[in-house]
């Protein structure tokens, strides 16, 4: 499957970042760049349960693909879910049902530094994007 420009380009600058620290650096600013969500959108029901900081998650599909928006409290995470988001970006649902999360991290160099309850968070929002997806 050909990936999103957005993750080819997610993959091209982490590969090339010599180490944790410098790709640590580039989450955060990748989770700067995260488009706000408004107080609305910040609702229980947008909230991702399965993450120890609080995520929320918002998709609307056009023209037969997915787009989402999401935001967290917490800044690492907010930077794994701006890689996250550019992973799926457009995706059709079929392809969003074959991405594979640990892969994906593990692509761009991050997987290592995934802890487990990280890891079980970013899978539960792309199970919510999946769920949104049916």
């Not at 580039?26 to 700067?32: A, C, N, P, S």
């Not at 998650?57 to 930077?79: N, P, Q």
Request: aromatic share 6%; charged share 25%; hydrophobic share 45%.
């Amino acid at each position: 499957m050909s990936l999103p420009e957005q993750a080819r380009t997610a993959l091209d600058t982490f590969t090339a970042a010599g180490g944790w620290e410098q790709r640590a650096r580039l989450l955060m600013q990748w989770g700067e760049r995260l488009d706000a969500l408004t107080d609305a959108e910040r609702s229980d029901a947008n909230r991702v349960h399965g993450c120890e900081s609080q995520v929320w998650l918002v998709g609307e599909m056009r023209d037969g693909h997915w787009y989402f928006r999401a935001t967290s409290d917490a800044r690492l995470i907010r930077g794994l879910l701006a890689v996250l988001l550019a992973r799926v970006e457009g995706l059709a649902a079929e392809e969003l049902a074959t991405v594979d999360l640990a892969a994906w991290f593990n692509q761009l160099g991050l997987g290592r530094q995934l802890s487990p309850s990280r890891s079980n968070g970013l899978n539960a929002v792309l199970k919510k994007m999946r769920e949104m997806a049916l």
